[in-house]
């Protein structure tokens, strides 16, 4: 259990999950505790299994664990939870706003709520995970869609979707000095909306500029969309509720920036 929630990340995880509700009239079985709990929803995020097939150590947690983790998405503890170690982050200044990117990753699915043809692979089913991240990689905003959205469509809720995170001094900050993307978010309206806000575009333009060009800052996303398969529940979609998919890539975000926050 220590291994998969050290005690810095449960202190971080007390300041977001709920209270156990109450038995006045007592009886019924015992609670699990929500370490145990939390351990094991990070071994099925981690290890891909289902949620019946829990090591011996972990004992008969499995459908405890899938009932707290949809009660705690309900919650949106692990939005709040990601939230909660982006602060601890910028509060010691190990966040970089001076240049942000954009991408998106796109991910097999098998069924499910929020799915679509990938274009690129033969039109077999998929979603997609849109990010933002900041120059040296932890992700900042965060949603999903099915694979046939157009990346563009992702830009401005995306941007908006930037919580308001502490910074080292003064006001919390939630708007990027820059913003690099490629030949999908390549659209007049989004530069006008992006410089609307402050926010200086670096988008490649069709036809007059390769992707290559902005390889040198636009790498560092590419990294951290291959941190994902680090969570091996994300690599193909079981389930149908978009909103636990939707939990789980919140869970791999927490997890790339807590690696950050004990390196």
């Known amino acids: 259990m220590e291994r998969l929630v050290p005690g810095e990340f449960w202190e ?20 699990y505790g929500d370490r145990e709990v939390l351990a094991a929803i990070i071994f099925v995020a981690t290890t891909g299994c289902t949620w019946r097939q829990q090591p011996p150590s972990f004992g008969p947690l499995g459908p405890t664990a899938h009932r707290r983790f949809t009660e705690w998405s309900k919650a949106r503890v692990w939005a709040k939870l990601h939230r909660v170690v982006l602060d601890e982050l910028g509060a010691r200044g190990d966040l970089d706003w001076s240049r942000c990117a954009i991408d998106s990753v796109n991910m097999r699915a098998l069924k499910g709520g929020l799915t679509g043809p990938y274009p690129v692979d033969r039109g077999k089913k998929g979603s997609k995970i849109h990010l933002i991240t900041d120059r040296t990689g932890p992700p900042l905003s965060i949603g999903i869609s099915g694979a046939n959205t157009h990346d563009s ?10 919580p308001p995170i502490r ?3 003064g006001r919390r900050r939630r708007i990027p000095g820059k913003l690099h993307g ?5 659209y007049n309206h989004l530069r006008r909306w992006l410089r609307e806000r402050g926010i ?9 500029e390769t992707s290559q060009r902005l390889g040198r800052h636009r790498w560092v996303i590419e990294r951290t969309m291959a941190w994902f398969a680090g969570c091996r529940r994300l690599n193909r979609r ?8 939707l939990a789980f890539t919140s869970i791999a975000c927490t997890l790339i920036c807590y690696r ?3 390196a």
């Open 153 to 162: 469509q992702a830009l401005i809720p995306l941007v908006k979707g930037i």
């Open 238 to 245: 079981y389930g149908r509720k978009a909103d636990h998919f």
């Open 167 to 169: 910074s080292r001094r």
């Open 182 to 186: 490629d030949k999908g978010y390549d």
């Open 260 to 262: 950050r926050l004990t």
């Open 200 to 208: 200086v575009h670096r988008i490649v333009r069709k036809g007059i």
């Open 12 to 31: 971080l995880f007390q300041r977001v999950v709920p209270e156990a509700p109450s038995r006045p009239q007592g009886g019924g079985r015992r609670r």
